[in-house]
């Protein structure tokens, strides 16, 4: 591809939100109480599940990012702190419990070395109520990009570990695997799972948003 060429960006995140509210009415989830544990400023899907919620939650390591967070989200709590850490020291329902918990973290490496979602996916059983259900939602990027970068280089690796994969472009289907295991491993039934496309670039669907209803 011409590198002169602007990038384009489609977003589909009304198309996230459906789906997210098709199940909340098949499942009886009632109004959300909320936890995004990659708040930044609010700007991407917290806004809309915000306007769902009865209650949100937002965490964020950056302190700058709470006055956006709070022009955004009016209706939620900014709270700063690195929820990777926080999510592995805590105990179960120390700081509340959710029945929607959004995962939407940087798409490489970022932070004390953490890559995407992977560290914090593992700790989710920590935030839900023993017998309630939740919807639980994370982006899963299908296409990366700028994968030759030498920056890069070490988020491809991480991605292929955690995806069990050499491959670079995922097969969606076939992923549901490692994440239903994941929850498994931590008590939690699986009630349904699903995945909408979130974003395209240059016209290609590189990131989805995937849904799991669980209950523990």
């Known amino acids: 591809m011409d590198k002169s060429m602007q990038t384009v960006w489609e977003t589909k995140r009304e198309d996230v939100i459906k789906e997210m509210l098709r199940l909340n009415n098949t499942y009886e989830l009632g109004r959300f109480r909320t936890i995004e544990l990659y708040g930044g400023d609010g700007h991407t899907l917290s806004d809309k599940m915000a306007e769902l919620s009865e209650s949100f939650i937002g965490y964020d390591?950056?302190?700058?990012?709470?006055?956006?967070?709070?022009?955004?989200?009016?209706n939620g709590e900014f709270r700063c702190g690195d929820s990777v850490k926080m999510m592995k020291e805590?105990?179960?329902?120390?700081?509340?419990?959710?029945?929607?918990?959004?995962?939407?973290?940087?798409?490489?490496?970022?932070?004390?070395?953490?890559?995407?979602?992977?560290?914090?996916?593992?700790?989710t059983y920590k935030l839900?109520?023993?017998?309630?259900?939740?919807?639980?939602?994370?982006?899963?990027?299908?296409?990366?990009?700028?994968?030759?970068?030498?920056?890069?280089?070490?988020?491809m690796l991480r991605r292929g570990e955690?995806?069990?994969?050499?491959?670079?472009?995922?097969?969606?289907?076939?992923?549901?695997g490692i994440y239903t295991r994941l929850f498994e491993e931590q008590g939690m039934h699986i009630?349904?799972?699903?995945?909408?496309?979130?974003?395209?670039?240059n016209g290609v669907d590189w990131m989805y948003e995937y849904m799991y209803v669980m209950q523990k």
């Open 162 to 176: 955690f995806y069990e994969t050499k491959e670079v472009i995922l097969n969606l289907d076939e992923i549901y």
């Open 90 to 123: 805590m105990k179960d329902g120390e700081i509340g419990t959710f029945n929607l918990i959004s995962m939407d973290a940087p798409i490489c490496i970022y932070g004390d070395d953490y890559c995407e979602h992977f560290e914090i996916v593992r700790y």
């Open 191 to 201: 009630l349904s799972h699903c995945n909408v496309c979130r974003e395209y670039r």
């Open 128 to 155: 839900l109520s023993p017998g309630e259900k939740v919807l639980c939602v994370f982006p899963v990027v299908r296409v990366p990009y700028d994968t030759e970068k030498e920056e890069n280089h070490k988020w």
């Open 61 to 74: 390591i950056n302190p700058e990012k709470e006055e956006g967070f709070k022009k955004n989200v009016p």
